[in-house]
Nanobody, 125 residues
Framework: QVQLVESGGGLVQAGGSLRLSCAAS????????LGWFRQAPGKEREFVAS???????NYADSVRGRFTISRDNAKNSVYLQMNSLKPEDTAVYYC???????????????????WGQGTQVTVSS
């Protein structure tokens, strides 16, 4: 059974930083894309960042230059370093894994097959 478990969320002041982690178990994802999405209250889930099996990174315009996605295949994990946080970054953040191998551009939620339970990030002004 595949499980994705996020950690690292919390409350931070505007301008601060957080690092989210997501550990996968049940199978390895070294040949698959991994991504982060977020959902704010009353809004739809939106793409934040993805990293492909070959290291290719994609970012939403709203976070490019502030957030950095990375992966550690040895630990079957993906990370999201979030700097210069803004109140509008407040949301539940979800990690996701693509079951299809070797896809480089994976930016829609429908493209992902496995999801974590989410971790809350709250940025105060």
């Amino acid at each position: 059974q595949v499980q994705l478990v996020e950690s690292g969320g919390g409350l931070v002041q505007a301008g601060g930083s957080l690092r989210l982690s997501c550990a996968a178990s049940g199978r390895t994802f070294s040949s698959n894309a991994l991504g982060w999405f977020r959902q704010a209250p009353g809004k739809e889930r939106e793409f934040v960042a993805s990293i492909a099996w070959n290291g290719y990174e994609n970012y939403a315009d709203s976070v490019r230059g502030r957030f950095t996605i990375s992966r550690d295949n040895a630990k079957n994990s993906v990370y999201l370093q979030m700097n210069s946080l803004k109140p509008e970054d407040t949301a539940v953040y979800y990690c996701a894994a693509d079951r299809s191998p070797r896809r480089s551009i994976v930016t829609t939620s429908a493209s992902y097959d496995y999801w974590g339970q989410g971790t809350q990030v709250t940025v105060s002004s």
